[in-house]
């Protein structure tokens, strides 16, 4: 690893672990978290967990997996160049999208109203749920045991509610205090991972093409100079230069924005970090505003297009559906969620987070799958 600055975050002057575990032998402390959300089941899961296509709709569309390793990539290139800790940045990264539901933004969006009268569901705070508790691996703690540093850059948004709840992880979003730069980082390559990738698996799909494309300025630019310089090349290999371009474009601004934010803020330490008034991980102005432009065409042309939205719907209803059912009868949901309801005893609120946690961690070919022994007659149990 290159030397860290001095604001990065260091494993000496980490914040620790909620259960006491001596140091390992030869890896960090962040090396140790990457490597036990690796080996989680959380992350296995992911392979079958798509954002925008589900994942029966083809096996050449990105999934959760291959985006969280994106968007690991992404965040190290930068991470290095700016003297943060690489091992970090790469934890927070694979562990980012671990408490999404099944069918991506739809499968939230059903399992939040499920869920409005007990909480509510937010993905983000599952993610942490995950790490802090779900995952049955380890003899003396629940969960992962995962570093404050680590769980600090999961918890990428959280409202002010549960934010009260979660003690001192909670206390940026009640007092506008900013995460580490590691965690700065990780968030911003999510954005330049799925926009770049969307447009790429949206071309595939036949869902975009290039002339509505090269209506916003950043897409045409970087085509236009890949058309101009290989005149004769054809095919996705012109889709994937410019592609190649446009995350190089972005990842380049995103270095030199940030660099002269972080010169200009001058700050010695992580905590200087955290206490400083903005991020200070960002695009350029106008960097910013063209990645906008490229959100609101893939939003207005992809995201809303009939198709996915006819995914969505069903996506919807079969979380609903789901949940419904769970809820409702828990002796039709499997042996251990059954027993953990049983062991908490509580009421409705716990029994439904538990319903809810149960759906979360489910792929999308399982949800699918149980949605048919469940509703359809003659289907096997
Ligand atoms: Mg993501």
Known sequence: ????????????????????????????????????????????????????????????????????????????????????????????????????????????????????DCGGFEHNLQSLRVVDMLEERYASFPGLNLTYETREGILKHCSRKNARALGALGERFLNGGQPSLEAQVANLADEIAYNNHDVDDGLRAGLLDIETLTSTAFFREQYESVRERW??????????????????????????????????????????????????????????????????????????????FRMSMKAQRIVGDLFGVFFETPRSLPHDVQRRIEERGGGEPERARLVADYIAGMTDRFAIAEHRRLFTVGELT
Do not use: W
């Open 231 to 308: 005149a004769d090349l054809s095919g996705r290999r012109v889709i994937h230069e410019t592609i190649r371009a446009m995350i190089n474009r972005q990842a380049t601004d995103l270095l030199d924005a940030s660099r002269a934010a972080i010169d200009a803020a001058g700050p010695g330490s992580v905590d200087d970090v955290r206490s400083h008034c903005t991020s200070l991980i960002g695009f350029s102005t106008e960097m910013l505003e063209q990645h906008r432009a490229l959100k609101r065409l893939l939003l207005r042309n992809l995201y809303r297009h009939y198709r996915v």
């Open 1 to 116: 690893m290159t030397t860290l600055a001095p604001y990065a975050v260091r494993e000496a002057t980490s914040r620790g672990r909620a259960h006491h575990e001596d140091a390992p032998a030869y890896r960090g402390a962040f090396q140790r978290d990457r490597d036990r959300i690796i080996h989680s089941a959380a992350f296995r899961r992911l392979e079958y967990k798509t954002q925008v296509f589900v994942n029966h709709e083809g096996d050449m569309f990105r999934t959760r997996l291959t985006h969280s390793i994106e968007v690991a990539q992404i965040s190290r290139t930068i991470a290095r160049a700016l003297g943060l800790n690489e091992d970090l940045v790469e934890a927070i990264a694979l562990a980012h999208d671990l408490g999404h539901t099944p069918f991506g933004h739809a499968g939230q969006d059903a399992l939040n109203a499920c869920m409005r």
